[in-house]
């Protein structure tokens, strides 16, 4: 009876190790790396096949990521958004004045955008300053009469706006997007600006 016992704790021990040491060679944690920066909790190597969360990938690429819960597919895209900030007529990226006195500057973000092939229902512009403070600048929504509703390519400026550089450093403008039937906007360009 007492060996009848040490075989089937044996053979438990055996199947319980035996499928934990497979399932180790099956799939394993990988470290995943867009542009130099590591991906947040990393991937999954399964029989040789990489993968990856999506929206991490997408935020990284400066893509739109578009869940749909009852087809249970991810969908990504990403759109050709170029950005320029304007002071008048003139492209600016460098400003030459003195934040000491806390300068009040002027300017407007351009944006053109092509191959946009998903709807969106609002898109917005941020400035973060160089310790991690986001101002919101500007924003218009489906609802607002300029808004490039079903538009895959089109141009926008947003009005003239005023803003406090009050540190030296690297402020980032963003243009954000927001996918139709979603909450959640999205980073879909940055421009640097060095104060």
Not at 35 to 56: H, I, M, S, T
Not at 80 to 89: K, Q
Not at 139 to 160: C, S
Request: proline content about 4%; some cysteine; glycine content about 6%.
């Amino acid at each position: 009876m007492n060996m009848r016992k040490v075989i089937l704790l044996a053979a438990a021990l055996f199947l319980l190790f035996g499928s934990a040491a497979l399932a180790n060679t099956i799939s394993q944690n990988i470290r995943i790396f867009i542009n130099k920066k590591e991906v947040d909790g990393g991937g999954l190597l399964v029989d040789n096949r990489a993968y990856v969360p999506v929206g991490e990938v997408a935020k990284s690429l400066q893509a739109i990521v578009s869940w749909n819960n009852y087809a249970k597919f991810a969908s990504i895209y990403k759109p050709n958004v170029h950005m320029f900030t304007m002071r008048g007529t003139e492209a600016f990226q460098i400003l030459n004045i003195s934040p000491r006195v806390s300068s009040k500057v002027s300017f407007r973000v351009h944006v053109q955008v092509d191959n946009l092939r998903t709807e969106i229902s609002g898109i917005k512009f941020t400035i973060e300053d160089p310790y991690g403070n986001e101002t919101l600048i500007h924003e218009r929504y489906r609802y607002d009469e300029d808004f490039p509703a079903g538009k895959t390519e089109f141009m926008l400026n947003t009005p003239d706006i005023e803003y406090t550089f009050q540190y030296k450093g690297t402020y980032i403008v963003r243009c954000w997007m927001q996918p139709f039937g979603d909450n959640a906007m999205q980073v879909v360009a940055e421009k640097r600006i060095i104060v």
